[in-house]
């Protein structure tokens, strides 16, 4: 009710007074409403811009990796050449760490710098942890390889567990099983006993075969001599250290796996190291069916290569399934002497998952065990077998070892997994070696198991990606004279020790989810061979000359031969 004592035109504003108060009060709250909502997005936008993203943007929102113009049906493969890791490091100063190529009808992403590979394979692990749908992947093992397996998630993750933990407990000293009796001292591990034993083997081979060679050499040059007298030795007047070295690389794997050392001239390990070599071989030749199906059907070659490739691993399968058959039938708890009697333990303890099926069968034991004899073998033997060249190319560095282990270690005693700390320039050259020969030049391809982005680039699902090591261990943004042998690049300001945030710049084992599961006992073995080799020989080439460092493509990059000549330092 209006009071009658104002007047008209009061009474007109009074109203309008009265309601202007509600519209300013919801214009505050909407406005406070805003201003929240607006700080909660700015905040979000800060989180998703400091944290790295693994969701699934939409495709059409980043641009897809440049690459080098891909023609039809080759792709670039024939553009690649007969040093692939060489090219490929070449195009990524063009294209940049994430690069697109296509080999056949794939498309690959090449990776490239050793951040854009930590943040793929460790940062967002989970989808870069496939393995490519490849027809010769699902043939190794008979399709239940870990380390070729295309299949990535709880299974994989514990059986991978299960694997390290068995390898670890004949390969470290307090991993060791207390069960039963071990063929391994009390003073030292199964893989320490298997290695210092080879390589006092090696030893005596190295020595022999150089007597046998210089001997050979000197009838020669007697018989063929001239007025001048006897020529010095030919390039001839030398052994080899491949075969030997690849004979004492699978003797101690060998051991470790089925608790067995072969003498070197049995056949039966002579078969394990051709089957090794043949494998190697038929691999590096590619498997053409792997990027362009149709080859298989259209091409001869291509069917004959897949047919070899099928054959070899069926025998080496059958190799394996025998051995595990044999120790399942003899197997004891109480008495676990090597790894495969500790898996089989762990198959038989397995339990059953929700559909009743066993979590770690038997077949699988057998693929593991594959796996580490196959892992086991090349890769170490060649590394090996390049260190001799490194030595005999650079007799300073050689003398410089010498040195260390005499003063550390004494002529009373060999070498042991305990000096390592204190050896750190021995330990450096291993890791120039590494760096420096680049071995595995790229890891087994990766896939990715989900859409992804890595470095502002769209990567779809089951991508394959290559990971190009040789890069990263050539790459002048992390090392000085990336192309220059220099072990002192690894050593701490004062030489006493090895700097670790160094080392762990090179690349040689994989990083991430598939990280190479031998890595470890590859590395102690690298150690034990060449420090117990070095404290009793010195090594030179056989014509005086310096070794030829060229390397030749393949699964693992091989050197040329080379003959060399050992001479005792007692």
């Known amino acids: 009710m209006s009071d009658p004592n104002l007047s008209e035109d009061q ?63 080759v792709g670039n493969a024939m553009e690649l050449g007969s040093a692939p890791h060489v090219t490929l490091a070449r195009w990524s100063k063009v294209y940049g760490d994430v690069m697109k190529i296509q080999i056949g009808s794939r498309p690959v992403v090449v990776l490239s710098g050793l951040e854009t590979i930590r943040q793929a394979l460790v940062r967002q692990g989970d989808s870069f942890a496939g393995r490519p749908k490849f027809e010769s992947f699902s043939i190794v093992g008979n399709g239940l390889s870990l380390a070729f397996n295309s299949t990535y998630g709880p299974t994989w993750k514990a059986h991978k567990r299960m694997a390290q933990g068995a390898l670890r407990a004949f ?28 390589a006092a083997e090696l030893v005596r081979i190295f020595l022999e075969g150089s007597k046998a060679a210089t001997g050979a050499a000197g009838g020669t040059a007697a ?56 494998f190697v071989k038929v691999t590096a030749a590619g498997n053409i069916s792997d990027f362009v199906p149709a080859a298989r059907l259209l091409l001869p070659s291509c069917r004959d290569s897949m047919r070899r490739f099928t054959a070899l691993n069926h025998r080496f399968s059958e190799f394996i399934r025998r051995r595990v058959s044999e120790h399942h039938r003899a197997h004891d708890k109480s008495n676990m002497t090597d ?40 890769t170490i033997s060649t590394t090996l077998s390049w260190s001799m060249l490194y030595l005999a190319a650079y007799p300073d560095t050689q003398e410089r070892i010498h040195r260390e282990l005499d003063a550390v270690v004494g002529r009373q005693r ?34 990715t198991t989900r859409d992804t982005v890595l470095q502002g680039f769209f990567i779809p699902k089951d991508t394959c990606i290559f990971i190009n090591q040789w890069q990263v261990n050539h790459d002048s943004a992390l090392w000085d004279e990336p192309f220059a042998f220099r072990p002192e690049r690894f050593l701490s300001e004062d030489q006493s020790s090895v700097d670790r945030t160094r080392a762990a710049n090179l690349l040689s084992f994989g990083t991430g989810k598939r990280r190479c599961m031998g890595e470890a006992v590859a590395r102690s073995e690298l150690f034990l061979f060449l420090s117990i080799l070095l404290h009793h020989l010195r090594i030179r080439t056989a014509d005086g000359q310096a070794p030829d460092m060229s390397a030749v493509y393949g699964l693992s990059l091989k050197h040329r031969t080379c003959l060399l000549l050992a001479e005792s330092r007692s």
């Open 11 to 73: 009474m007109v504003h009074q109203p309008q007074q009265h309601h202007a108060m509600w519209p300013i009060t919801v214009q505050a709250f909407l406005l406070l409403l805003s201003a929240f909502f607006l700080a909660l997005a700015a905040l979000q936008k800060k989180r998703a811009a400091t944290s790295p993203s693994t969701s699934t943007p939409p495709p059409s929102s980043y641009p897809t990796p440049r690459g080098p113009f891909a023609w039809p049906l």
């Open 171 to 198: 390969s470290e000293e307090e991993a060791r099983p207390s069960t039963g009796t071990s063929t391994a001292s009390a003073s030292m591990c199964a893989l320490e006993e298997h290695a210092a034993s080879e």
């Open 223 to 278: 018989r063929g001599s001239g007025v001048d007298g006897p020529r010095p030795p030919t390039a001839k007047a030398g052994f080899d250290a491949v075969q030997p070295l690849a004979l004492a690389v699978a003797n101690v794997i060998t051991a470790l796996l089925f608790g067995k050392r072969y003498a070197h001239d049995d056949e039966e390990l002579a078969g394990i190291v051709a089957l090794a070599h043949d």
């Open 339 to 378: 790894v495969t009697s500790w898996l089989i333990s762990l198959s038989q303890d397995s339990k059953f998952d929700e559909n009743g099926n066993v979590e770690f069968p038997l077949d699988k034991v057998a693929s593991i065990v594959s796996d580490f004899l196959g892992a086991g073998f090349d």
């Open 414 to 447: 060999r070498p042991s997994l305990n000096d390592r700390r204190q050896l750190p320039f021995t330990e450096a050259f291993i890791l120039e070696v590494l760096r420096h020969s680049s071995v595995v030049p790229f890891t087994i391809p990766h896939s």
